[in-house]
């Protein structure tokens, strides 16, 4: 089934960003904010932001989007962000952190293909907040979990999702607004009745910006002699 939503989770304050709302954060080769790159990646479906910190100037730079603002955005984590989102939007939808600059060829082949996907990658180093995905040898997840990596086979969870079944979207929702202080990810049930598979990110450019560090990495990558 097709997704014609998207929701962009952006309501919080990088304090190891100088204070920056992330999805204003700009690409070094492009000048494209990581919104300008979604808004183009989700070209033809309806999207919302949710916003907090900064959303004046996110706002008012793009009055063309639905917007909801999460007010207690400075003592919750963004899956309270998404649990007000999903009091609005109840059809198949994406979602994705508001710090990933990704491409729009990703969207399409998530698009053509069917079912609940989290995109995932094996990635050699992870931080401590990453989330893992148990998986069997077809793809699909039976477990979603947090702290050290328990096999090295088990992908990581890094931030976008395809949600088609209403009645998990129901369950994430009433998950995400009883455990606010998460992240969207780790609210995730993993139903028998609305499998979830992983989507391997490949060789897709996704480049998620959590420090300074993050963005000289982009730099140095996009500006190779």
């Known amino acids: 089934m097709k997704a014609d939503h998207a929701i962009i989770l952006a309501a919080g304050k990088s304090l190891q960003l ?3 709302n992330k999805v204003l954060i700009r ?28 959303a004046l100037q996110i706002m008012e730079r793009y009055p063309q989007l639905h917007y909801i603002i999460n007010e207690n955005w400075a003592n919750t984590n963004n899956a ?30 998530m698009d053509n293909r069917s079912g609940n996907l989290i995109l995932t990658e094996e990635r050699e180093n ?34 976008l999702f395809k949600i088609t079944d209403r009645e998990l979207l129901k369950s994430w929702h009433k998950q995400c607004l009883r455990f606010g202080n998460l992240f969207a990810g780790q609210t995730l049930p993993c139903q028998e009745d609305s499998p979830l598979y992983a989507h391997d990110l490949g060789t897709h450019p996704f480049c998620e910006i959590n420090s300074i560090a993050d963005y000289w990495r982009l730099v140095q990558t996009e500006y190779q002699p």
């Open 126 to 159: 992870r931080m401590l907040t990453s989330l893992h995905c148990e998986l069997d040898a077809q793809g699909k997840i039976s477990n979603i979990y947090g702290g050290p990596i328990r096999a090295s086979q088990h992908p990581e969870a890094i931030g």
């Open 27 to 54: 690409h070094p080769q492009s000048q494209k904010t990581i919104l300008d790159r979604a808004i183009e990646a989700f070209a033809g479906k309806h999207i919302t932001v949710v916003v907090g910190f900064g």
């Open 80 to 109: 309270m962000s998404l649990g007000l989102a999903l009091s609005q939007v109840g059809e198949p939808t994406y979602v994705v952190s508001g710090d990933i600059f990704f491409s729009g060829a990703l969207i399409a082949e």
């Open 18 to 20: 100088d204070g920056k």
